[in-house]
């Protein structure tokens, strides 16, 4: 705990999850890889302590999870076990223990995902005896044209969905159908999308994004073979509820496109500037007390604020370095920190001809 006592950031590694859909490359240059590779790990995670769930590769129970590479490579969540108030604030921990309540992912999508839903907490608990569900914010990264293919979304049902109806597809796997009861909306780069538990969505191919989200891996998938004619496991698709069970996910609400973009599109606010940076407010506790979500970019120095409560930090741009009390942490592409609680006033400076572009993500609201 000498770090958390020092008051410094706490370097955390990159791990890349296995998933049913293919992408990545774009991973691999961020993280300084020349020949990046589209492979079945197109994700990475960010301040996790969740183990993906993948049937089959039940040897790797660590998978996606965070490890500390500056502390003999222990895991995260360990690291907070031993001392949640001292790593992620006495009111947090009062309030959620040694959860973090926040998973927060880098999205590659080289072909669309499968459409899928996520349970909200009421579902979570009742179905999956979970305290959280899945409900979850995209904030696209990139909207340069993949393959030929401008970067879409699908999300929510149009007006006439029934469960009946939803059921009838699934059991024809009538994909074309599926598509066609949801909304195939165009993104660009700075949108920002709110998902709430029980709505249903994909991620079109070519999206690359950053994704913050409940602390789960329940995803409840109704196509039984991805576009990419990988074929889905069943516990896959239902998450161990059964193909009956699973429908209860779904939030069954039509609504039109305009609807659909009034309700889950966010607007960013500015929330500070500096002579030496800004920070923007991307997904804030007034659209969803589950988490937050920042940009900060830094031309010379800014001033981060002491905090009660802990964050993460990833760098998507830039070269520089951050700290406090004389413990400094040089940054660069693809790096992730720990921000721990109380660790008191600190700064990033950009190195000299560089600008910074820095995410910070914050767990559920405590007051």
Same mark, same amino acid.
């Given at each position: 705990?000498?770090?958390?006592?020092?008051?410094?950031?706490?370097?955390?590694?990159?791990?890349?999850?296995?998933?049913?859909?293919?992408? @990545?490359?774009?991973?691999?240059?961020?993280?300084?890889?020349?020949?990046?590779?589209?492979?079945?790990?197109?994700?990475?995670?960010?301040?996790?302590?969740?183990?993906?769930?993948?049937? @089959?590769?039940?040897?790797?129970?660590?998978?996606?999870?965070?490890?500390?590479?500056?502390?003999?490579?222990?895991?995260?969540?360990?690291?907070?076990?031993?001392?949640?108030?001292?790593?992620?604030?006495?009111?947090?921990?009062?309030?959620?223990?040694?959860?973090?309540?926040?998973?927060?992912?880098?999205?590659?999508?080289?072909?669309?995902?499968?459409?899928?839903?996520?349970?909200?907490?009421?579902?979570?608990?009742?179905?999956?005896?979970?305290?959280?569900?899945?409900?979850?914010?995209?904030?696209?990264?990139? *909207?340069?044209?993949?393959?030929?293919?401008?970067?879409?979304?699908?999300?929510?049902?149009?007006?006439?969905?029934?469960?009946?109806?939803?059921?009838?597809?699934?059991?024809?796997?009538?994909?074309?159908?599926?598509?066609?009861?949801?909304?195939?909306?165009?993104?660009?780069?700075?949108?920002?999308?709110?998902?709430?538990?029980?709505?249903?969505?994909?991620?079109?191919?070519?999206?690359?994004?950053?994704?913050?989200?409940?602390?789960?891996?329940?995803?409840?998938?109704?196509?039984?073979?991805?576009?990419?004619?990988?074929?889905?496991?069943?516990?896959?698709?239902?998450?161990?509820?059964?193909?009956?069970?699973?429908?209860?996910?779904?939030?069954?609400?039509?609504?039109?496109?305009?609807?659909?973009?009034?309700?889950?599109?966010?607007?960013?606010?500015?929330?500070?500037?500096?002579?030496?940076?800004?920070?923007?407010?991307?997904?804030?506790?007034?659209?969803?007390?589950?988490?937050?979500? *920042?940009?900060?970019?830094?031309?010379?120095?800014?001033?981060?604020? *002491?905090?009660?409560?802990?964050?993460?930090?990833?760098?998507?741009?830039?070269?520089?370095?951050?700290?406090?009390?004389?413990?400094?942490?040089?940054?660069?592409? @693809?790096?992730?920190?720990?921000?721990?609680?109380?660790?008191?006033?600190?700064?990033?400076?950009?190195?000299?001809?560089?600008?910074?572009?820095?995410?910070?993500?914050?767990?559920?609201?405590?007051?």
């Amino acid at each position: 705990m000498d770090q958390i006592s020092k008051g410094g950031l706490i370097r955390l590694d990159s791990p890349r999850a296995w998933r049913t859909y293919t992408g @990545g490359r774009r991973l691999d240059l961020l993280h300084g890889q020349k020949n990046g590779r589209v492979t079945q790990f197109p994700e990475e995670w960010i301040l996790s302590v969740v183990a993906a769930r993948n049937a @089959g590769r039940e040897e790797f129970p660590e998978e996606g999870m965070s490890h500390l590479p500056e502390q003999g490579n222990r895991l995260l969540k360990e690291l907070i076990a031993a001392d949640p108030a001292a790593v992620l604030g006495e009111g947090h921990a009062a309030k959620y223990g040694s959860q973090t309540g926040v998973l927060v992912k880098l999205i590659d999508a080289a072909e669309r995902l499968t459409v899928q839903v996520h349970p909200d907490k009421e579902t979570a608990r009742r179905l999956f005896h979970s305290d959280y569900g899945k409900t979850e914010c995209w904030h696209i990264l990139d *909207d340069s044209p993949v393959n030929g293919v401008e970067p879409c979304i699908y999300i929510g049902f149009r007006p006439g969905i029934t469960r009946e109806r939803w059921k009838t597809l699934f059991e024809r796997q009538d994909i074309s159908g599926m598509l066609e009861f949801m909304h195939k909306i165009q993104v660009k780069k700075g949108d920002t999308v709110l998902i709430k538990g029980g709505v249903p969505h994909a991620i079109g191919e070519g999206c690359f994004l950053m994704e913050i989200q409940e602390p789960t891996d329940y995803t409840i998938r109704v196509e039984r073979v991805t576009p990419a004619g990988l074929i889905i496991d069943d516990s896959m698709c239902h998450q161990g509820l059964g193909f009956e069970q699973m429908f209860d996910c779904f939030a069954y609400e039509g609504v039109t496109e305009e609807e659909a973009i009034q309700r889950w599109f966010v607007k960013a606010a500015v929330c500070e500037k500096q002579p030496g940076g800004r920070r923007r407010i991307l997904i804030g506790y007034q659209n969803t007390p589950l988490f937050r979500l *920042d940009q900060i970019d830094v031309w010379k120095q800014i001033k981060m604020e *002491d905090s009660p409560v802990f964050s993460g930090i990833y760098v998507l741009e830039g070269y520089g370095e951050g700290g406090a009390n004389g413990c400094r942490q040089l940054m660069k592409p @693809g790096d992730q920190f720990l921000v721990p609680a109380g660790m008191g006033t600190w700064t990033v400076e950009a190195e000299k001809g560089s600008r910074l572009k820095l995410m910070q993500f914050m767990g559920p609201k405590v007051d």
